[in-house]
């Protein structure tokens, strides 16, 4: 492969030397950190030493875990880097007793010493973070029981990484005839690509093969993902929360009726999802579409391929009203090699952007020159950008995002990608196309994760009750959800049961629907943008370097959106219908 074409990780470590050298310094790091135990309420200053020597050696342990797991991702049969991710994640879990005293004992401090030490000079910069420690207070168990738990982390993360080896490194899926009437090989990069197919018949054919594969494994899939949602349910319990969700938003400060809000919300909207999947039908001739047939082009002739230099450059272009600061940096992203581009056996499927402090923020792509996979890397660069800004502008103690808002920076630049698109052609067929283009995104992000959402809160309160999470059972919830969220113009193919084997995310912890939230936020912040609007540049750029300064909540209401009320959902769900209504009146000109 070209140079250009892969990620630069010498830039973290020339050598695995160095990596064995600074995987050396771990146990020093931590027995450093350590030595602070029982002396944190003397006096300020000795907090403010403990809390610096753990960010030390965090910076430390994640420089270790990004440079591992990125060179494993690259090729995940080669056992000598897998193993690699698996000595620093079995050394963290080994030393995490060393650090479990930390949170019992900030607890412990009576609250009257406590006040006087957050109103020092010494602990101001920290304040914040200590504050927020505290509000963990009813929900933090004793020393030794944290210390049992932190001992376990490696081994109770095990469903996780069983799901992820047997769906990126064993499944094989086989190859399907493509368009050009040649067998191809299908796989989680070239999935998308067969369905976007023209042909029905090989849309069909790619489809059925692919989940006729995942029904061979089901109660493999199955297992994992009951134990997975066993781990959250029990750590829910074990810490004293109300459930699983309580649990999972509680590190963020988000209300649960954030969560709920969103979910009620796409239901009274979801007549105009459905009035999309109908003109869709329309438009391919179909008295119902299939769930093979909601990615395949409206507009078969203005489909677009773009090799990864065009893509590349109609991104740069596209991002140009973010100023020329963020357009600088962006060409960071290439210059400095942050990117790996090219699907090739072994890799890990799928994009993401990865990294810490003190690394770039690294791109892993699948890249087959689809349009979709030009939206993917304008997607991934907005999470990069994120990690750049709050990197750059925050001190480390404070620089990571919450996941909660870095979904708004990805989605936003998508927006940004199809504003741009649109504004420069008159071609009713390229503007059909991109409208329901725009309109399939949000699709997928709200509606389709909001789904997604409300399938992981119903296992997670079954599991709650007691339920066992077996293959039936899902199968069984998650059709009866799928059908209900595509209405009656949309066959619901009886395989789409076994949807939920193959979303990785359903290992996250309610990840999901941050991707429905963060894309509403980002219409409000993209139209404010590209309308011109006074110091809307300012605001955003504001909200990228932000990082972990405040509560996600505060930062977006500062960036102009109040994710506390359903107004950012019902609002982009309305941007929704009027993209649909777009897409109509183009498609009368055809």
């Known amino acids: 492969m070209k140079k250009e074409m892969c990620w630069d990780l010498e830039a973290i470590y020339p050598s695995v030397k160095l990596w064995d050298e600074d995987f050396a310094k771990l146990d020093g790091a931590i027995e450093k950190f350590a030595a602070y135990r029982g002396h944190l309420a003397e006096s300020a200053e000795t907090f403010r030493a403990a ?28 056992g000598v880097n897998r193993a690699r991710v698996d000595r620093i994640c079995s050394k963290l879990a080994e030393l995490s007793p060393l650090e479990a005293w930390f949170e019992p004992e900030v607890m412990a401090i009576p609250d009257e010493r406590m006040a006087e030490l957050l109103a020092s000079e010494e602990l101001a910069f920290y304040k914040r973070s200590i504050e927020e420690l505290l509000r963990e207070k009813k929900h933090i168990l004793s020393e030794t029981e944290e210390r049992l738990l932190g001992q376990l982390s490696d081994v109770l993360g095990t469903s996780g990484d069983v799901f992820s080896t047997l769906n990126d490194t064993d499944l094989r899926f086989g190859k399907v005839r493509g368009d050009d009437g040649k067998m191809q090989t299908l796989s989680h990069g070239s999935y998308r690509r067969f369905l ?55 590190p963020d400060n988000i209300p649960e009726s954030v969560y709920l809000n969103l979910i009620s919300t796409v239901h009274e909207h979801l007549d105009g999802l459905f009035d999309y999947f109908k003109l869709r039908g329309e438009v391919l001739a179909l008295d119902k579409v299939d769930m093979y047939d909601l990615h395949c082009p409206l507009v078969s002739e203005c489909r677009k391929e773009y090799d990864f230099a065009a893509g590349s450059k109609l991104v740069q272009d596209a991002l140009l009203p973010l100023g020329e600061d ?30 810490c402090y003190d690394t770039f923020p690294y791109v892993l792509l699948n ?17 990069s950008m994120h990690s750049f800004y709050s990197r750059k502008f925050q001190h480390p103690h404070y620089a990571d ?43 997928a992000t709200i509606y389709r994760q909001t789904m997604f959402a409300e399938f992981e809160l119903g296992i997670h309160r079954a599991a709650w009750d007691g ?44 990840y999901v629907y941050k991707y429905a939230t963060g894309m509403s936020a980002a219409i409000r912040l993209s139209e404010k943008i590209l ?14 370097k932000a990082g972990g300064s405040k509560d996600v909540l505060d930062i977006m209401k500062d960036a102009g959106v109040d994710l506390t009320t359903p107004e950012p959902i019902a609002a982009a769900l309305q941007f929704f219908k009027n993209t649909v209504s777009e897409l109509r009146k183009e498609l009368t000109y055809l």
Do not use: C, M
């Open 196 to 250: 976007e197919s023209a042909d029905r018949n090989v849309r069909r054919s790619a489809f059925r093969k692919l989940y006729k594969t995942y029904e061979k494994f089901r109660n493999t899939f199955a297992v994992t993902i009951d134990s997975t949602v066993k781990r959250h349910v029990t750590s829910a319990k074990i810490r004293k929360f109300n459930s699983a969700l309580h649990a999972a938003l509680h």
């Open 531 to 544: 309308s011109g609007e006074k110091g809307a540049v300012d605001a955003y750029l504001n909200f990228l």
């Open 326 to 355: 963020y357009a600088r940096n962006l060409l960071r992203a290439w210059d400095e090699r942050w990117i790996d581009v090219p699907e090739r056996p072994g890799k890990r499927s799928g994009a993401y952007s990865s990294g």
């Open 401 to 443: 995002y919450e996941i909660f808002v870095a979904e708004v920076a990805s989605t936003t630049n998508e927006l940004l990608l199809s504003r741009h698109l649109l504004a420069r052609t008159e071609d009713h067929a390229l503007r059909a196309y991109l409208f329901a283009h725009l309109a399939d995104e949000i699709r």
């Open 467 to 510: 339920e066992v999470l077996t293959a039936d059972f899902l199968d069984e919830n998650y059709f009866k959800l799928n059908a209900e969220y595509h209405g009656p113009f949309v066959e619901t193919d009886p395989l789409i049961a076994l949807e939920w084997s193959r979303i990785p995310h359903f290992h996250y912890n309610f």
């Open 51 to 78: 809390i610096e020597t753990y960010d030390d050696f965090t910076r430390l342990s994640e420089k270790l875990y990004v440079y591992a797991h990125l060179r494993s991702d690259e090729n995940t049969t080669v």
């Open 367 to 383: 890249y087959q020159n689809t349009f979709d996979d030009v939206f993917t890397l304008a997607h991934e660069l907005g999470h």
